[in-house]
């Protein structure tokens, strides 16, 4: 059985650095900003959608500060940072749970209750978080504790 460490290194030896930072970047806090007002301003996203991606990233934060679970690349010398981020913030600095897969999974679940026929809202959730795993800032289950 393997360890959430070797599942980590195992998926680095993939030459998908690249696609990986591209699947996590509308995720990073200043560009999903951007994706929310831009989404919000053509109508896909009202206000009450937005109070919940707020409350729910605002519970996520909660939950990091009180497991304070280092990120894997702080943890272990196998693992590389491949996401070009210090995380030295404290919003930024705990890995459990991944705040890139909670916004993607509530954004595509209030999105898909508009357009359920859209299939990659369904898939998003799990490319953001296997992407998150790739660059070595999550632990796989910190990828189920943000979904």
Do not use: C, W
Request: overall charge positive.
């Amino acid at each position: 059985m393997y360890d959430e460490i070797e599942i980590i290194e195992n998926l680095q030896k993939l030459n998908l650095n690249n696609t990986m930072k591209l699947i996590s970047q509308p995720f990073n806090s200043v560009s999903f900003i951007i994706l929310l007002v831009l989404f919000y301003k053509y109508n896909l996203l009202n206000q009450n959608d937005i109070i919940k991606l707020g409350f729910s990233s605002f519970i996520t934060f909660l939950i990091k500060i009180i497991i304070q679970r280092k990120r894997p690349y702080k943890s272990s010398t196998r693992v590389k940072n491949l996401s070009n981020s210090t995380h030295s913030s404290l919003s930024e600095k705990y890995s459990f749970p991944s705040g890139h897969t909670q916004t993607a999974t509530v954004l595509a679940l209030i999105l898909l209750r508009k357009y359920p026929n859209e299939n990659f809202l369904k898939i998003m959730p799990f490319m953001v978080g296997l992407s998150r795993v790739f660059l070595g800032v999550h632990y796989p289950t910190d990828i189920i504790g943000g979904m």
